[in-house]
């Protein structure tokens, strides 16, 4: 086989492909959740609810996670939220700061910036894969997370954990020659790109509104902690 | 002429034995042979067979065989893999392929001209009709019936017919002889070939690269000439000797790649430290070929030692492969504005459908 013919193919008309149905898909998710309408409000807002939406995400990204022990999500279930907490940070780093990707952003946006060093990146990466298997362990564990989760739960995982696990192996150049392994990191990002919109994992736009549009209610009722 | 063996022909042209030797040595460098045939073979016993060298091997060989006679078609091709032959800092391999050896027709080369070439191309193929070697330069075009590229009035596909026919072994060099290189990128305006997808019924060596490095095309050559069988091949039908690693594996900014140290314009503080340059499109890492271990000009450099990203030119469909200058995580193709926009209407009407569609369901 021919596995740099089969790399143009992925990175090439597929990803093509994937991106514009990820698109779609995500707009199609966003207007359908945009049409759910708003029940109207008449009650007099008591604060500014811009300011409510600035404290929202203040908490949320800037916050809380920094001093996760005053949450009861972190009190109840440390391990989840410290391995959640470093697979988010890994991805962010390996997707935002990891110079591979920063040229994947840059071919597409037409504009680039300054990444970290790859020893760092990889260090967070390979926290992100260790955070995954530890999920994955305790969802597998812990009886009450277990009977939550179905089949959805599991794909969700292992469509994200290909993406992670090739792209370490790629960088690395272990078991597979390079192209192979770039491959098979294409095809499973590609995989993932059209998965997202249908699956829970497009939590990474909706979180940003959810954020929102409680700060926005927050802020109304001047009840922004 | 044929007479001769490969040695006494030397002998005549006034190379001593010494010199002779050397030639060998240079030959089994050239292709990559370090290992004894098996031990059975040589007829002592095991500690003293461990201590003979392929060199005599060779030597032997070329004592006793007989010249064997190139022919070298060029169709559209630049001329700069024979010219990166002859200019080759390796003037005994170059030499002993190209001068002494046996090359009976390449245009570039050929002092005469006309019809009196092609005669005697055409003696030679009939005189070792099953023996001669064909050396392939440069894609073949079948647009327009071949007339984008013609020699004497033949197209190019009809002539390589004709000289495959008779051909005991059939090497294409260059990527365009290979893969279609230059002439079949994007849009192929001639509709051209590589040898492999024409002769598709014969074994067709590729020794790809834009140009292919001088010393895996003699390499290759002088295999056939000595032991009269191809190389072990890869499955891109490259010598694995020369293209079994990526020139990424052999990269001498390596070091930097694993530290993460680039260089981002080629006139930055990296460049002139010479980090690494897969950041300005290098792509060595998916490309095989020699040009880390053998470089060019007799070991001098080659365009990653002097500052330049590897393009990938010993691959098929190089020149389609996106920018040369463009890191290679980057996908191929940007989207279009237009294929965006189109995305984006579909999710609108989609959503607002089913939304619509939800909330009669609703009221109903």
Request: net charge positive.
């Amino acid at each position: 086989m021919d596995w740099n013919a089969f790399l143009a193919f992925t990175r090439g008309p597929l990803f093509y492909a994937s991106l514009l149905i990820f698109i779609a898909g995500m707009v199609y998710r966003l207007v359908q959740v945009a049409m759910l309408g708003w029940d109207k409000d008449q009650s007099v807002a008591r604060g500014s609810k811009a300011g409510g939406v600035v404290k929202s995400f203040l908490k949320g990204i800037l916050i809380l996670p920094f001093i996760p022990w005053i949450k009861g999500a972190f009190q109840k279930r440390p391990i989840m939220y410290i391995a959640g907490g470093l697979f988010h940070l890994g991805l962010f780093t390996v997707i935002f700061l990891g110079t591979p990707h920063m040229l994947v952003w840059k071919s597409l946006l037409g504009f680039g910036w300054p990444t970290l060093a790859l020893p760092f990146v990889d260090w967070l990466a390979v926290a992100a894969i260790i955070g995954m298997l530890v999920l994955i362990v305790y969802r597998r564990t812990d009886a009450v997370l277990r009977l939550l989760s179905g089949p959805a739960e599991y794909l969700n995982w292992l469509f994200v954990f290909l993406p992670m696990i090739s792209g370490y192996i790629m960088t690395h150049h272990l078991f597979f020659r390079y192209e192979v392994a770039y491959s098979l990191h294409m095809l499973s990002v590609d995989w993932m790109l059209i998965w997202i919109p249908f699956s829970r994992i497009s939590h990474f736009m909706f979180y940003f509104f959810s954020r929102t549009i409680r700060g926005v209610e927050w802020g109304k009722r001047a009840v922004t902690p | 002429m044929a007479e001769k063996s490969v040695y006494e022909h030397l002998k005549s042209e006034g190379v001593s034995r010494r010199e002779f030797l050397k030639a060998c040595g240079v030959l089994v460098g050239a292709m990559g042979m370090n290992k004894l045939p098996p031990v059975a073979d040589s007829n002592l016993p095991p500690h003293l067979a461990r201590g003979a060298k392929v060199i005599y091997q060779v030597a032997e060989a070329l004592e006793n065989k007989p010249r064997v006679p190139v022919i070298w078609l060029e169709f559209q091709d630049c001329a700069g893999c024979s010219e990166a032959l002859t200019r080759s800092q390796s003037p005994t391999l170059v030499d002993l392929v190209l001068k002494q050896i046996s090359i009976e027709y390449h245009e570039t080369l050929t002092a005469a001209a006309g019809h009196q070439t092609e005669a005697n191309k055409q003696a030679i193929m009939e005189q070792y009709r099953g023996q001669y070697l064909l050396v392939v330069e440069g894609s073949i075009p079948l647009g327009a019936d071949g007339a984008y590229c013609t020699v004497g009035g033949r197209s190019a596909e009809d002539i390589l017919r004709e000289a495959a026919d008779g051909a005991a072994a059939i090497i294409a060099t260059g990527n365009c002889a290979a893969f279609g290189g230059l002439p079949m990128a994007n849009p192929n305006p001639t509709d051209a070939k590589g040898v492999m997808d024409i002769l598709t019924d014969k074994t067709v060596v590729n020794i790809p690269g834009c140009p292919a490095i001088p010393e895996a095309t003699t390499g290759t050559i002088a295999h056939f000439l000595v032991f009269g069988t191809l190389p072990e091949l890869d499955d891109l039908n490259r010598p694995k000797t020369f293209y079994g690693v990526t020139v990424h594996d052999r990269c001498l900014r390596r070091p930097f790649y694993e530290a993460g140290k680039f260089a981002k314009s080629f006139d930055d503080e990296g460049a002139k430290k010479g980090w690494c340059l897969y950041k300005l499109g290098c792509k060595g890492p998916t490309t095989y070929n020699a040009c880390a271990s053998i470089k060019w000009d007799g070991g001098t450099s080659f365009p990653i030692q002097s500052g330049h990203p590897c393009l990938g030119c010993s691959e098929p469909g190089f020149w389609d492969g996106g920018g040369f200058y463009q890191g290679q995580s980057a996908p191929l193709q940007r989207p279009a504005i237009g294929a965006v926009g189109a995305a984006t209407a579909v999710g609108v009407v989609v959503g607002a459908g089913m939304a619509a569609a939800n909330k009669a369901q609703k009221k109903g």
